[in-house]
């Protein structure tokens, strides 16, 4: 009996071992450049947290975020592959659709801007283009659609 008492006192000590060891988290090292450590250690102390908190929260974030960006390209994708009904209007004209002008916008879905690569998150303002015949859609951020309207009044 106490050959079997002590097999399950084993078995018991490495069960319990293994979970310890499955809620162990994982230590990340990475190299940064004094001044992302300094902004970093300075956003940490503003929130009242640790930088290991805020870099792992910003993590977290960061790939749902990438997730969800991910999954609604596929959703566009999809929906754009679609057999759409034919087109009664009057064929269009040759050449380039004509960039007509920008629509502000409440996103519905992840985008990304053309100019600058920027995620604009769902929910977030931005601009959409508005061409003179059917064309994919083109998404600006706010900050890049001012920057082309000052740099095109600079012009002559």
């Not at 230590?27 to 009242?48: F, I, M, N, P, Y």
């Not at 059917?134 to 900050?143: G, M, S, Y």
Request: a neutral charge; proline letters at 5%.
């Amino acid at each position: 009996m106490l050959h079997v008492y002590h097999k399950v006192i084993y078995v018991y000590h490495k069960v319990t071992q293994i979970k310890k060891d499955s809620k162990k988290q994982r230590v990340l090292h990475t190299r940064v450049s004094e001044a992302l450590d300094e902004e970093l250690r300075e956003k940490a102390a503003g929130l009242g947290v640790s930088v290991s908190n805020l870099v792992r929260n910003i993590l977290l974030n960061t790939v749902e975020m990438v997730e969800d960006l991910v999954a609604d390209s596929g959703s566009i994708a999809r929906a754009a592959s679609k057999d759409k009904p034919a087109d009664t209007r009057a064929p269009p004209a040759a050449g380039p659709p004509q960039l007509l002008g920008w629509q502000d916008l409440q996103l519905h879905l992840n985008a990304l801007c053309q100019e600058c690569n920027a995620v604009l998150a769902k929910g977030s303002t931005a601009k959409v283009a508005v061409f003179s015949a059917q064309a994919p859609p083109v998404f600006r951020c706010i900050d890049c659609i001012e920057t082309e309207n000052i740099s095109s009044e600079e012009s002559p």
